[in-house]
Every structure is written in C-alpha cells, then in structure tokens.
C-alpha cells in the first residue's frame, strides 16, 4: 500500500463527522491505533498503544495523539506523519474558549488597580535571549 493511499485513507477519518446525537464524540484512533481499555469515568478510559504497548490509566485524545507523533518507536513513518499533521494543526489553530457575557457592564478591570509596568532594557535582553534560544532549540528558522 503506497504512503499516500494510506495518508488519504487515515485523513478520511479525521474528516469523519464528529457530533452525535447527544454527549462528546469518540476519538477516531480508539481501535485503529489505540487499544480502549475499560471506562475509568464518562468518556475517559484505559488505553493501550497497538503499535509499542505503552498503557495510560486514563488515556485523552490529545495525548494519545501527541505519543503516536512523537514517541511512539514502532509507528510507520506515514501514521507518524498523519499525527504530527494533526498536533500541529491543533496547535496553530486553537479552539476558541467559550466566555460567559458580562451581564454587568461595570466591572471592574485589573488596570484599574494596577499601573502598567515598563520593562528594563536588561529584562527586554533577558526576554530576547531566550526566544533565540527556543527558536534554535526548535530549528525555527
């Protein structure tokens, strides 16, 4: 099987419809890639990777995902690829975090007890310097 008819095959679940009727979804890799254990709670439960054998006590999408991208050793290279497309699409495009409307327009702000700070040039320098290094640690161009 080429590497590309089993990229278009795996993406095909990740564009499954996600919503059902009522409650959350189901993870797409819970009998592909990942062994479901027994429930541990609603929606959490065992899980077991089918292709090195690590066992969660309570195994989340996100971090299954992120273990099949990255740690796992026996993934084929095109599965690996198809995770690390995906954590990387989580991570660049975030869901927005539901916010309650302030029913109360008159509430008070933190800039209301505290006065902005501005920072010295050693702290800007501190502050630089470490982004370069997470930049080269990270191979960012």
Request: proline share 5%; glycine share 4%.
């Amino acid at each position: 099987m080429s590497s590309e008819s089993l990229i278009e095959r795996d993406s095909d679940l990740t564009n499954v419809p996600t919503k059902k009727n009522a409650g959350k979804s189901k993870w797409f890799g819970w009998g592909t890639h990942i062994i479901q254990g027994e429930e541990i709670s609603p929606f959490h439960w065992k899980a077991t990777c089918k292709y090195c054998m690590r066992n969660w006590n309570k195994g989340s999408s996100q971090e299954l995902e992120i273990h099949l991208a990255n740690d796992c050793p026996s993934i084929s290279p095109e599965f690996r690829e198809i995770f690390l497309n995906i954590v990387v699409n989580k991570a660049e495009n975030p869901k927005p975090k539901k916010r309650k409307i302030d029913l109360q327009k008159n509430q008070t702000k933190i800039s209301d007890f505290h006065e902005s700070t501005n920072l010295s040039q050693e702290r800007v320098r501190e502050i630089n310097r470490a982004l370069v290094k997470a930049f080269v640690i990270c191979s960012i161009p």
